[in-house]
T-cell receptor, first 110, second 119 residues
């Protein structure tokens, strides 16, 4: 079955700098890769997603890249702000069921 | 759009009682909803897939008689934790897929979660 690994588990960056979170997946049939942001005590919120027919997608300060050959995808956040502090989860899917990464706690230092 | 609500947001109950959690898609129809459980500082663990008008599909290790799921309409799924015990204390989160989202149908929209504490 599919397995998703996410790194790092914790990431601390200075406000204004960029943050990059990486995920790898094992099932080459996976074709949908969402990223979710979860704040403390709340449900996950979809922030961006990408499908296997696209290599990169951008939405303002957030971008996701996908390398199908290497089976990895990354989340890039530029010009980080205090409100970006949260736990970020990647996931992969090929049959409508999401397989989740372990999460990355992003800390934005003022 | 694509808003999912959960009720209650938090509940405290005595051991041995049953607790019902509701998950509603507010502005879209959802034939399929998912129920997750999340332990502190951990990832989401899928418990079951809820399908409108049919029996839920439970993940391995999840007791279907313990966690009853009913998906009686296209906008409502309920999870009932029966005879709750302290080890059932957790954060329960539901998600829903929009039936009318076409090629984006695999996208899951999450509710705000329900914090259950069993004393």
């Amino acid at each position: 079955g599919e397995n998703v690994e996410q790194h790092p588990s914790t990431l601390s960056v200075q406000e204004g700098d960029s943050a990059v979170i990486k995920c790898t997946y094992s099932d080459s049939a996976s074709n949908y890769f969402p990223w979710y942001k979860q704040e403390l005590g709340k449900g996950p919120q979809l922030i961006i997603d990408i499908r296997s027919n696209v290599g990169e997608k951008k939405d303002q300060r957030i971008a996701v890249t996908l390398n199908k050959t290497a089976k990895h995808f990354s989340l890039h956040i530029t010009e980080t702000q205090p409100e970006d502090s949260a736990v970020y989860f990647c996931a992969a899917s090929n049959n409508y069921q999401l397989i989740w990464g372990a999460g990355t706690k992003l800390i934005i230092k003022p | 759009g694509a808003v999912v609500s959960q009720h209650p947001s938090r509940v405290i109950c005595k051991s041995g009682t049953s607790v019902k959690i509701e998950c509603r898609s507010l502005d879209f129809q959802a034939t399929t909803m998912f129920w997750y459980r999340q332990f502190p500082k951990k990832s989401l663990m899928l418990m079951a897939t809820s399908n409108e008008g049919s029996k839920a599909t439970y993940e391995q290790g999840v007791e279907k008689d313990k966690f009853l799921i009913n998906h009686a309409s296209l906008t409502l799924s309920t999870l009932t934790v029966t005879s709750a015990h302290p080890e059932d204390s957790s954060f329960y989160i539901c998600s829903a897929r929009d039936d009318n989202s076409g090629i984006h149908q695999e996208t899951q929209y999450f509710g705000p979660g329900t914090r259950l504490l069993v004393l």
